[in-house]
């Protein structure tokens, strides 16, 4: 079974992810970079889907060390940071995640088919069909 590591800060959405994925993924969930970058560098996983913005370690630091690491890793960024001021040009993060190396991107929220499209970019063997 694949095993999928979801790093986020927020509760709601790392056990709305593990709901969506656990029939098929062995999902490890982390609250913080820094317990995924444990996790990651403990443990083998098959993806990894992680939040750009977080407490202490953000996700684009995270996705550098990762694809420094593993470079072949399938990571999936996701972020739902908007900026609400009119007028002033916002960098688009999830492109800069891209960049990054990040294999796939998510804007937050998403829906049910949006997480199972990412999983099928990032894993075509993986999914069911």
Same mark, same amino acid.
């Given at each position: 079974?694949?095993?999928?590591?979801?790093? &986020? &800060?927020?509760? =709601?959405?790392?056990?709305?992810?593990?709901?969506? +994925?656990? *029939?098929?993924?062995?999902?490890? %969930?982390?609250?913080?970079?820094? #317990?995924?970058?444990?996790?990651?560098?403990?443990?083998? /996983?098959?993806?990894?889907?992680?939040?750009?913005?977080?407490? &202490?370690?953000?996700? +684009?630091?995270?996705?550098?060390?990762? #694809?420094?690491?593993?470079?072949?890793?399938?990571?999936?960024?996701?972020?739902?940071?908007?900026?609400?001021?009119?007028?002033?040009? !916002?960098? &688009?993060?999830?492109?800069?995640?891209?960049?990054?190396?990040? *294999?796939?991107?998510?804007?937050?929220? /998403? #829906?049910?088919?949006? %997480?199972?499209?990412?999983?099928?970019?990032? %894993?075509? =063997?993986?999914?069911? !069909?």
């Amino acid at each position: 079974m694949p095993r999928v590591l979801v790093i &986020d &800060d927020d509760e =709601s959405v790392r056990a709305a992810i593990a709901a969506l +994925l656990q *029939t098929d993924f062995e999902i490890v %969930l982390a609250e913080n970079a820094r #317990r995924g970058a444990e996790r990651f560098g403990a443990e083998k /996983f098959d993806i990894v889907m992680v939040d750009i913005f977080m407490p &202490d370690m953000n996700g +684009l630091e995270t996705i550098k060390d990762f #694809r420094r690491l593993v470079p072949d890793m399938p990571i999936v960024a996701m972020s739902g940071f908007r900026f609400r001021s009119a007028g002033v040009p !916002t960098p &688009d993060f999830l492109k800069i995640a891209a960049d990054l190396g990040a *294999t796939y991107c998510l804007s937050k929220p /998403f #829906r049910p088919q949006q %997480l199972a499209a990412a999983i099928a970019a990032c %894993l075509p =063997s993986a999914v069911q !069909t």
